[in-house]
């Protein structure tokens, strides 16, 4: 990282939390038969992301979510164009998606590509009834024609700027940064 | 600044392999670990009611090859097909080769009809290296002659890793016929780039001079490799090579070199047993082996595909330029 970039945090831990606490309501809200719902956490912090909301609809409706992996990776539309491959991580979908409400998780939402992806890998595991999208930024510059259902915080950030979200399984802190980029 | 930064980047990431796969001599320790890792997430692939992926939709590959070949060549095929590519499948039997077509005339004609990669079988040593500095396609060997066969040994690698957990310090005996095995060459320098032990067992004439330079423990009786082994790949007798006096008789080579139950049963500790097949059961494996609790014979078949595919997927639209022996310095975005 450039030691002269500019960055400032957008959500603390705390406020992560609360945010969290915010989407899963609304997911309560939105499904109705909760035994329907399956959440579907995207590679690598969506899939943490997922975990925790699961906790808390849980707690809510008293009902266990199932959860999954996507790795969106072999979906990718760009895979012809760029150097090194990615790293492909594991998808693991457990249960049944045919009829089930299944929610995707992520953290950022940016050109849509990565949901786009997420979506052609979900048809090639059934037909749920209904799939809809929750993050936990959204932070503008879509690419494609895809929006969320439900958003924790919304930002406005440039095209150029990074979005970080840090969470304690993976970077041992929780928090959501906005590093400036050079605008070109 | 407040010194947060996403820091968790997988392993492997910004590493490439280039071009070709010509053998793994010429990989890096790192390069053959991101084979296997990259593996292990294709093998669920072909646990999916919907076995396909779109990664190489558009792809055409030309699976060509100049010697008989089932399971390589049906392994290849759906590793393919499977990522979505377009495959061809060219024997050199009733092709152009019978009417004395050379390889580089070959390839170039499947080269003006637009293909991209290439995987080849060919009785020639440097067939492959010959043909991938000749063509703007990526080349994969699927053997050639004496040299490597590295997709077989990468598939032999990653059955012994999910059975032993890891490769570091893992005792691997290549038992038989080293001398005319590309399958042994491309083993033993897998294995010892990734930490492991290797030695050799078989009759002195099929053992090539100076195999213990190359860091291979020698052995010549089986009964001594079996008490140091932690893992034994038996390689076929190539049957088809034995008509130049190497061996007194197959009968004679299973009582002296052949795996069989009672050793087995005789070794201090369990021990995995593979082999590349195809198999000359009572020759140098008994079918009680071959069908029982050590062998991982046929998880290296599924183990196949899921290489063949990390290597496809690794290598499709590699150039020279972008091969990287430790990593690259191109990052690879979130696509977001």
């Known amino acids: 990282m450039n030691v002269a970039e500019e960055s400032n945090t957008l959500l603390d831990a705390g406020e992560i939390d609360r945010t969290l606490d915010k989407m899963a309501d609304e997911m309560a809200n939105f499904v109705g038969d909760a035994r329907a719902l399956a959440l579907v956490g995207i590679q690598r912090r969506g899939v943490d992301l997922a975990r925790r909301l699961a906790e808390r609809i849980k707690q809510r409706l008293d009902c266990e979510v199932p959860m999954g992996a996507l790795d969106i990776t072999l979906y990718r539309d760009d895979l012809q164009t760029i150097g090194p491959k990615p790293v492909v991580a594991h998808t693991d979908i457990p249960m049944e998606l045919t009829d089930r409400y299944v929610i995707i998780v992520d953290d950022v939402l940016f050109t849509g590509r990565t949901i786009r992806a997420a979506l052609a890998e979900l048809a090639d595991f059934g037909r749920p009834a209904r799939i809809g999208l929750a993050v936990l930024v959204d932070r503008g510059g879509r690419e494609l024609p895809i929006q969320a259902d439900i958003v924790g915080k919304n930002i406005e950030a440039d095209v150029h700027d990074r979005v970080d979200v840090l969470l304690e399984e993976v970077d041992g802190t929780d928090a959501v940064v906005l590093v400036r980029g050079e605008k070109k | ?336």
């Open chain 2, 1 to 336: 600044m407040n010194g947060l930064t996403s820091s968790a980047k997988p392993a492997g990431a910004g590493l490439s392999l280039g071009k070709d796969l010509l053998g793994l001599e010429l990989l890096s320790r790192e390069q053959i670990q991101l084979i296997l890792d990259t593996a292990e997430p294709f093998k669920a692939v072909s646990e999916r009611a919907i076995k396909k992926v779109p990664t190489l939709r558009g792809k055409t590959i030309v699976n060509l090859f100049y010697e008989a070949s089932t399971r390589t060549r049906v392994s290849f095929e759906f590793a393919e097909k499977r990522l979505s590519a377009d495959t061809v499948n060219i024997a050199a039997s009733g092709s152009s080769v019978e009417k004395g077509e050379n390889l580089v005339d070959t390839a170039r004609n499947l080269e003006a009809m637009r293909i991209d990669m290439v995987v080849i079988r060919h009785p020639s040593s440097g067939a492959a290296k010959f043909l991938a500095e000749r063509i703007p396609s990526n080349v994969i060997n699927a053997g050639d002659g004496w040299h490597e066969h590295p997709t077989q040994a990468l598939l032999d690698l990653l059955s012994i890793r999910d059975k032993l957990g890891s490769l570091e310090g893992v005792k691997v005996c290549i038992c038989g016929d080293i001398l005319h095995s590309r399958v042994a060459r491309s083993n033993i320098w897998g294995l010892l780039k990734m930490g492991a032990e290797v030695g050799v067992c078989g009759p002195k004439s099929l053992l090539p001079r100076g195999v213990e330079s190359l860091g291979a423990h020698v052995f010549s009786h089986i009964e001594e490799a079996i008490a140091w082994a932690d893992v034994l790949n038996v390689l076929r007798l190539q049957l088809e090579r034995m008509q130049g006096g190497y061996i007194p008789s197959l009968g004679e080579y299973n009582r002296v070199f052949g795996i069989t139950e009672e050793r087995l049963e005789n070794a201090p500790k369990e021990l995995v047993v593979l082999h590349p097949g195809p198999m000359n059961r009572g020759v140098e494996i008994d079918s009680k082996v071959a069908d029982g609790p050590h062998s991982v014979i046929l998880h290296q078949v599924t183990n196949g595909v899921a290489v063949r595919m990390a290597i496809l997927y690794l290598l499709a639209g590699g150039t020279a330029e972008r091969a990287s022996l430790h990593g690259a310095k191109d990052e690879i975005g979130e696509v977001g």
